[in-house]
Each structure stands twice: as structure tokens, then as C-alpha cells.
């Protein structure tokens, strides 16, 4: 799409930042404010307030969006009984996460999975581990590594309007060979790519490099939507890649059931557990796809594009429908790791709960999470695990079978908090919401221990034992997960900043 500009060139006409203007719903929700006051009934007059404004929302059509999305404003209440001790410790992860997620990212290309050369997925850019990030992180504190990222992602699209779901600067299947990878997988790259094909960067798409990798286009997409929530930078660059959205979107619609919206998934390792063979109409990916579709929605009205904006309205209630019916089990609290499942998949839970479900449903997900997937280091990811014949042979073939099946991702335990900060702000029951008030910051907590006991915010752990879960085939040892990596970085430092907001840390 040609862009309208100003008198300078790279400015927004005056019409399309009217466009970009938020709605007076937003405005009027945005607005609230409460100071915070030693006065206990005064407080709490005015958290009912702002309760009772969240309750009006739910009537407008961006209800669903503004609730369920980080906070957008600063509602601070009385903090969360912590010692001296775990005060300390908290401020010092966070200080530590702040400073340390800045390797993380390099200009003009986005922002990496792992922040040392010599480690796994240095210099290149992943689009569900970079769009997580945009969420939790870049969109509100360095928008420009969000548009360096994104800009990455589209300026690589194919024709068909698929994403690229890695750009790689080294060479990441050589990365990964103990001791030597990345020396070498650098000196390949700059030999192939550069010298020989006249190439800075490599682009792999779905298929490729052991890797399904179907979940690229809902991940970039919702990166690309909270990047507009966020950002002046994000309505920019909506505005100017819309059309490519479009058609990236076109493209995944393809490998939907035309009688449920539903994606049904063909290749064996598909989203970011890569590592577990599983097909069909699978729960995370789904949920994805629908929230996806919402945000295309909530970008076309803002950008004035009425009929985008209808089509994806009418296409996000069908899909959201039948991921509440078909990938959401509502007798017990959960969503399926895939239709017909009775697994648990943890994070397509966290992400239901926080954008389609209301507080008290929220509550049922978080007891089953409590129940069957919690243990000291974290949530696990599934439950059951799979066994090990639905494990990738390049994962068994490294001693790598635990890698999403059984180790602990604390940027899923992470994440989770932004359920707890949702039903501690929205349920109706006082009990209730002190009582996941509490857990969000106790959550925080254990991370920050967590991660002050490893030395790092690492990639995986052992469920039951503070230790990265690093892997030894014939003594050697096969894979050592990077040491802070941009998905703990992030989650954490969203957490973090979100009960910072609140006052309650």
C-alpha cells in the first residue's frame, strides 16, 4: 500500500493520523486514574470504581480486545505484604532483566532468542520468539526493535504471502554443534551467503530446516496488533505493511476447515513445541488464529478500512466460536492440546484465559493448572506428556525428548501472571481476586528466585530442581540452553512492569 504523506517525507498526513486516533470508547476507558491513598475506604472506592468501568467496557465492541490486552493505564492499589529480602531480590532481577535483554536486539535487523554469540539463535530472528517478546516488552519499551523486527519478517514475505518464521545471520543448524557451531556456522554464513550469493541474511519458511513452523502467521500477526495498541510507531507501520498483513493472513486462511474456521494443522512439528510430532486442529495454534483475527479487525476499523474490518469481524466470531466449543473443555477448565484431546496444553490455557474467557472461568483454568501441570520450577507444558514415539527423531536422537514435553519454560509460568492480574482486577468475589493478587506476585517471586539461583534466566529448567536442563548423549554434552533467553527476558519484564503499574510490588 502507497502511503499519503505530509510535507515531509516519512510523515503521516493529517488524515491518516485522524485515522489512528483512538476510538471515544478507548479514550473514555484510558482516562481512569486512581492515586493512590493511605485511606483504606477511599481505596477501595475507587477500585470499585474502575471495576465498574471495566464492567461497562464489556458492552462496547472492544471489549474484548482492552480487557484481556496488557493494562493501559496505571491503576495502583495497595501492595502485597513482601519482606525486605524479597523486595530485593525482585528489584535486582528486574534490573538484571532490563539490562541484559538489551543484547538481545540489533538495529536495523530485530531482536534474537539468546543474547551471546555463542549461543544458540544468536543473530537471528524467530518470529514467534521475537512477536512474544513485542507483547511482553518492545511494543511499549524500545518500539523501534518491534519495527526492526517486523520490517525483517515482511520484507522477506513470498509471493503467496507466506512469513518467514527465522531470518538468520549465522547459520543456526550449524549454531548448535558443541564448541565449534558458532565460530563456524558464522564463517559458513559469511562464505555462502555473503561472498558467494551477496546476501546479508537468510530467510526459511514453514517445511524447511527440520522445522512446520505454521503458527509464523498468527504469532506475527498479534505482534503486529499489540504493536498498534502500544505504539505510535505500531500504527505506523500497520498503515504502511496493512496490505501484507492481509496477505499473510489469505495465505493461513488456506489450511482452514471451511466449516469451523479451525486450521488443521499438517505438518508434524508445527508450532513452538517443535520438538513433539502432533497434527490436526490444535489448540494453541487456534487460539492464535482467533486472536489474530480480532486484532486484524481491530486495526482495519482504526485505519478506516471498513470492510476489512467487517469481514474480519464475522470471520474472528466464527473461529472464536469454535475454539470455545471444539478446543475449550468448560466442564473442567482447560484447553485441549488439539480437538478430540483430553491433554492439557498449558499455554493454549493461558492464552484462552486471558483473551476469550470471563474472570470466573479464568479461575477454573488456573485451579487445573495449579492441579496438574504446576511443580517448584514452573508450569509444565502439557499433561499428560507425550510419550516418545510422538517425539521429532532429531530431538531422540540428541537425548533431547524433555525439550518442550517435560522441562519447565518460565516464560509460560511468566506469562501466566497476566491471567492472575486479570481475575484479581475483574472477579467478583473480594476473596478471589486478593487471593490471585497475591499469587501474581508470588509468582514473580518464584521466578526471581529462580532465575537468582541459576545465574540466569534460562531457556528451560527441570521441573522439580532449580537447574537448566541442559542434555549429554555418550557423555557429551548436546545441547546447553541459552542463558537469558529473550522469551524469560520479556515475559518477566511484562510481569514485572504490570504489577509495578498496579503498586502492588
Known amino acids: 500500500m502507497i502511503m499519503e504523506r505530509g510535507p515531509k517525507s516519512g510523515e503521516l498526513s493529517p488524515k491518516q493520523k485522524e485515522s489512528l486516533e483512538p476510538s471515544e470508547d478507548i479514550k473514555e476507558f484510558e482516562e481512569i486514574r486512581i492515586e493512590k491513598t493511605a485511606d483504606n475506604e477511599q481505596e477501595t472506592a475507587k477500585i470499585e470504581r474502575v471495576r465498574e468501568k471495566i464492567n461497562e467496557s464489556r458492552d462496547s465492541k472492544d471489549s474484548d480486545l482492552i480487557e484481556h490486552m496488557r493494562l493501559r493505564e496505571i491503576y495502583p492499589t495497595a501492595p502485597v505484604q513482601l519482606s525486605e529480602n524479597d523486595k530485593e531480590i525482585i528489584s535486582d532481577i528486574s534490573s538484571q532483566t532490563q539490562e541484559r535483554i538489551a543484547r538481545n536486539y540489533q538495529p536495523g535487523f530485530g531482536v534474537f532468542p539468546s543474547a551471546g554469540p555463542k549461543e544458540n539463535y544468536y543473530e537471528q530472528v524467530w518470529s514467534r520468539d521475537f512477536a512474544h517478546a513485542v507483547g511482553n516488552y518492545f511494543a511499549q519499551a524500545n518500539p523501534q526493535a518491534a519495527k526492526d523486527s517486523l520490517e525483517t519478517v515482511f520484507k522477506n514475505q513470498r ?106 494443522i499438517k505438518n508434524g512439528n508445527p508450532d513452538w513445541t517443535e520438538t513433539i510430532l502432533r497434527k490436526g486442529k490444535l489448540g494453541f495454534i487456534n487460539v492464535c488464529w482467533a486472536r489474530s483475527l480480532r486484532l486484524m479487525e481491530f486495526m482495519a476499523r482504526r485505519l478506516k478500512r471498513i470492510e476489512d474490518a467487517d469481514a474480519y469481524q464475522k470471520e474472528y466470531g466464527k473461529v472464536k466460536k469454535s475454539v470455545l466449543e471444539k478446543i475449550y473443555n468448560k466442564e473442567e477448565g482447560y484447553f485441549r492440546a488439539k480437538e478430540g484431546d483430553d491433554r492439557i496444553d498449558t499455554v493454549a490455557s493461558i492464552f484462552g484465559a486471558l483473551y476469550f474467557l470471563n474472570p470466573e472461568e479464568a479461575v477454573r483454568v488456573e485451579e487445573n493448572l495449579e492441579k496438574r501441570v504446576k511443580h517448584s520450577s514452573g508450569l509444565q507444558n502439557f499433561s499428560p506428556p507425550y510419550s516418545r514415539k510422538e517425539i521429532f527423531w532429531v530431538a531422540r536422537l540428541g537425548n533431547h525428548e524433555g525439550y518442550h514435553n517435560e522441562f519447565v519454560w518460565p516464560w509460560v509460568t511468566c506469562e501466566n ?89
Open 159 to 264: 509471493e503467496d504471502g507466506a512469513l518467514p518464521y527465522r531470518v538468520e545471520r549465522r547459520y543456526a543448524i550449524t549454531q548448535a554443534i558443541p564448541k565449534i557451531g558458532p565460530k563456524l556456522s558464522k564463517a559458513l554464513f559469511n562464505l555462502i551467503q555473503v561472498k558467494l550469493k551477496h546476501k546479508t541474511e537468510k530467510a526459511l519458511y514453514e517445511g524447511e530446516s527440520f522445522n512446520g513452523a505454521e503458527d509464523t502467521v498468527p504469532a506475527v500477526t498479534m505482534a503486529a496488533g499489540e504493536f498498534f495498541l502500544d505504539s505510535e510507531k505500531g500504527k505506523e507501520f500497520a498503515t504502511e505493511h496493512f496490505d501484507q498483513m492481509k496477505k499473510a493472513i489469505d495465505f493461513f486462511r488456506k489450511k482452514t476447515d471451511p466449516e469451523d474456521g479451525l486450521a488443521i
Open 417 to 505: 501472571i497476566q491471567v492472575k492480574i486479570k481475575i484479581a482486577l475483574q472477579h467478583p468475589d473480594e476473596k478471589v481476586r486478593n487471593k490471585y493478587k497475591q499469587e501474581a506476585v508470588d509468582d514473580l517471586l518464584q521466578m526471581s528466585q529462580l532465575f537468582k539461583q541459576a545465574g540466569g534466566a534460562y531457556e528451560i529448567f527441570r521441573p522439580d530442581e532449580p537447574i537448566p536442563a541442559s542434555t549429554k548423549t555418550l557423555g557429551i554434552t548436546t545441547y546447553t540452553p541459552p542463558k537469558n533467553l529473550l522469551g524469560s527476558l520479556a515475559a518477566y519484564q511484562g510481569a514485572y512492569g504490570q504489577l509495578k503499574k498496579l503498586g502492588w510490588i
